[in-house]
Protein backbone atom coordinates (compact mmCIF):
# COMPACT_ATOMS: atom_id res chain seq x y z
CA UNK A 1 0.00 0.00 0.00
CA UNK A 2 1.31 3.61 -0.79
CA UNK A 3 1.12 6.17 1.80
CA UNK A 4 0.07 10.02 1.08
CA UNK A 5 -1.42 11.06 4.04
CA UNK A 6 -0.26 13.59 6.58
CA UNK A 7 -0.35 13.97 9.82
CA UNK A 8 -1.17 17.79 10.87
CA UNK A 9 1.76 20.27 11.66
CA UNK A 10 2.32 19.60 15.13
CA UNK A 11 2.35 23.21 15.89
CA UNK A 12 -1.10 23.55 13.73
CA UNK A 13 -4.15 25.74 15.50
CA UNK A 14 -7.03 23.39 16.57
CA UNK A 15 -9.26 23.80 14.25
CA UNK A 16 -6.61 23.09 11.41
CA UNK A 17 -5.43 20.03 13.76
CA UNK A 18 -8.80 18.62 14.28
CA UNK A 19 -9.94 18.93 10.55
CA UNK A 20 -6.26 17.20 9.66
CA UNK A 21 -6.76 14.38 11.83
CA UNK A 22 -10.33 13.83 10.42
CA UNK A 23 -8.35 14.15 6.58
CA UNK A 24 -5.95 11.71 7.76
CA UNK A 25 -8.08 9.06 9.10
CA UNK A 26 -10.45 9.28 5.81
CA UNK A 27 -7.01 8.76 3.64
CA UNK A 28 -6.18 5.54 6.29
CA UNK A 29 -9.43 3.78 5.56
CA UNK A 30 -8.54 4.48 1.58
CA UNK A 31 -5.47 3.07 1.71
CA UNK A 32 -6.60 -0.37 3.64
CA UNK A 33 -8.99 -0.74 0.26
CA UNK A 34 -6.42 0.37 -1.98
CA UNK A 35 -6.09 -2.32 -4.49
CA UNK A 36 -8.43 -4.78 -3.21
CA UNK A 37 -10.99 -6.02 -6.09
CA UNK A 38 -14.65 -5.81 -5.55
CA UNK A 39 -14.81 -9.95 -4.09
CA UNK A 40 -12.06 -8.84 -1.83
CA UNK A 41 -13.44 -5.69 -0.39
CA UNK A 42 -16.55 -7.38 -0.03
CA UNK A 43 -15.10 -10.41 1.99
CA UNK A 44 -16.20 -10.48 5.76
CA UNK A 45 -13.60 -10.33 8.19
CA UNK A 46 -13.99 -13.94 10.29
CA UNK A 47 -17.49 -16.02 10.79
CA UNK A 48 -20.06 -15.10 12.29
CA UNK A 49 -19.03 -11.42 11.09
CA UNK A 50 -20.40 -9.87 8.30
CA UNK A 51 -17.88 -6.83 8.89
CA UNK A 52 -15.89 -6.45 5.58
CA UNK A 53 -13.52 -3.18 4.36
CA UNK A 54 -16.87 -2.47 1.63
CA UNK A 55 -19.05 -2.34 4.43
CA UNK A 56 -16.91 0.07 6.77
CA UNK A 57 -16.77 2.18 3.90
CA UNK A 58 -20.87 2.01 3.49
CA UNK A 59 -20.59 2.93 7.25
CA UNK A 60 -19.06 5.64 7.23
CA UNK A 61 -20.58 7.05 4.19
CA UNK A 62 -23.59 7.29 6.47
CA UNK A 63 -21.88 8.49 9.67
CA UNK A 64 -20.12 11.53 7.36
CA UNK A 65 -24.13 12.06 6.17
CA UNK A 66 -25.30 11.79 9.67
CA UNK A 67 -23.13 14.31 11.59
CA UNK A 68 -21.92 16.48 9.06
CA UNK A 69 -25.54 16.97 6.97
CA UNK A 70 -28.30 16.11 9.23
CA UNK A 71 -26.54 17.66 13.03
CA UNK A 72 -24.25 19.96 11.67
CA UNK A 73 -26.30 21.33 8.85
CA UNK A 74 -30.35 20.46 9.52
CA UNK A 75 -30.37 19.02 6.17
CA UNK A 76 -33.15 16.29 5.14
CA UNK A 77 -30.68 13.62 4.49
CA UNK A 78 -32.14 10.23 5.32
CA UNK A 79 -29.58 7.21 5.54
CA UNK A 80 -28.28 6.49 2.42
CA UNK A 81 -27.48 1.94 3.50
CA UNK A 82 -29.25 1.63 6.85
CA UNK A 83 -32.76 1.76 7.66
CA UNK A 84 -35.09 2.23 10.79
CA UNK A 85 -35.36 -1.58 9.96
CA UNK A 86 -32.22 -2.32 9.45
CA UNK A 87 -29.70 -0.59 11.50
CA UNK A 88 -26.98 -2.49 10.18
CA UNK A 89 -27.84 -2.43 6.62
CA UNK A 90 -24.87 -0.20 6.06
CA UNK A 91 -22.52 -3.42 7.21
CA UNK A 92 -24.47 -5.72 4.84
CA UNK A 93 -23.21 -6.02 1.10
CA UNK A 94 -24.14 -7.88 -1.17
CA UNK A 95 -23.06 -9.41 -4.99
CA UNK A 96 -24.81 -5.99 -6.55
CA UNK A 97 -21.96 -3.37 -4.06
CA UNK A 98 -19.28 -2.47 -6.37
CA UNK A 99 -16.22 -0.69 -4.82
CA UNK A 100 -17.17 2.00 -7.51
CA UNK A 101 -20.70 2.92 -6.44
CA UNK A 102 -19.92 2.74 -2.57
CA UNK A 103 -16.45 5.06 -3.12
CA UNK A 104 -18.29 7.57 -5.37
CA UNK A 105 -21.05 8.02 -2.69
CA UNK A 106 -18.59 7.97 0.73
CA UNK A 107 -16.57 10.76 -1.60
CA UNK A 108 -19.51 12.84 -2.00
CA UNK A 109 -20.74 12.33 1.83
CA UNK A 110 -17.24 13.55 2.22
CA UNK A 111 -17.34 16.32 -0.15
CA UNK A 112 -20.66 17.51 1.67
CA UNK A 113 -19.15 17.15 5.16
CA UNK A 114 -16.04 19.65 4.06
CA UNK A 115 -18.62 22.04 2.69
CA UNK A 116 -20.83 22.20 5.74
CA UNK A 117 -17.97 22.46 7.89
CA UNK A 118 -16.61 25.36 6.19
CA UNK A 119 -16.60 28.57 7.90
CA UNK A 120 -18.97 26.92 10.53
CA UNK A 121 -17.99 28.23 14.18
CA UNK A 122 -16.24 25.13 16.57
CA UNK A 123 -18.45 26.16 19.62
CA UNK A 124 -21.66 27.39 17.93
CA UNK A 125 -24.81 25.01 18.36
CA UNK A 126 -25.18 22.72 15.28
CA UNK A 127 -28.28 23.58 13.07
CA UNK A 128 -29.64 20.34 13.96
CA UNK A 129 -30.14 17.81 16.56
CA UNK A 130 -29.05 14.13 16.63
CA UNK A 131 -32.42 11.97 15.79
CA UNK A 132 -32.41 9.77 18.87
CA UNK A 133 -31.05 11.64 21.47
CA UNK A 134 -32.62 15.24 20.08
CA UNK A 135 -29.50 16.92 20.92
CA UNK A 136 -27.27 19.63 19.85
CA UNK A 137 -23.74 19.53 19.51
CA UNK A 138 -20.75 21.81 18.46
CA UNK A 139 -18.56 21.22 15.36
CA UNK A 140 -15.64 20.51 17.53
CA UNK A 141 -17.50 17.41 19.30
CA UNK A 142 -18.55 15.96 15.39
CA UNK A 143 -14.65 16.38 14.52
CA UNK A 144 -13.67 14.93 17.81
CA UNK A 145 -16.28 12.47 17.37
CA UNK A 146 -15.27 11.49 13.30
CA UNK A 147 -11.66 11.58 14.48
CA UNK A 148 -12.59 8.19 16.97
CA UNK A 149 -15.37 6.61 14.61
CA UNK A 150 -12.76 6.44 12.12
CA UNK A 151 -9.74 5.37 14.38
CA UNK A 152 -11.74 2.47 15.66
CA UNK A 153 -12.91 1.17 12.28
CA UNK A 154 -9.54 1.76 10.63
CA UNK A 155 -8.35 -0.84 13.25
CA UNK A 156 -11.17 -3.27 11.83
CA UNK A 157 -9.49 -2.28 8.70
CA UNK A 158 -6.39 -2.94 9.64
CA UNK A 159 -6.81 -6.58 10.61
CA UNK A 160 -9.41 -7.12 7.42
CA UNK A 161 -6.95 -6.57 5.32
CA UNK A 162 -4.33 -8.60 6.85
CA UNK A 163 -6.23 -11.36 6.48
CA UNK A 164 -6.89 -10.95 3.13
CA UNK A 165 -3.73 -10.39 1.82
CA UNK A 166 -1.23 -9.91 4.27
CA UNK A 167 -0.88 -6.01 3.92
CA UNK A 168 -0.11 -4.69 7.22
CA UNK A 169 0.58 -1.05 8.17
CA UNK A 170 -0.94 2.18 10.23
Known sequence: MTNERREPAKDADERTMLEGWVEYHRQTLALKCEGLTDAQLRTASV????LSLMGLVRHMADVERSW?????????????HYSDD???????????????????????????????????PLDEPTRGRHRRT??????????????EEYARHNGHADLIRERLDGATGD
Open 47 to 50: APSA
Open 68 to 80: YRRVLADEDAGPI
Open 86 to 120: DLDGDFRVTEADTWQEVHATWQAEIEAARRNAAGF
Open 134 to 147: GERYTLRWIHTHMI
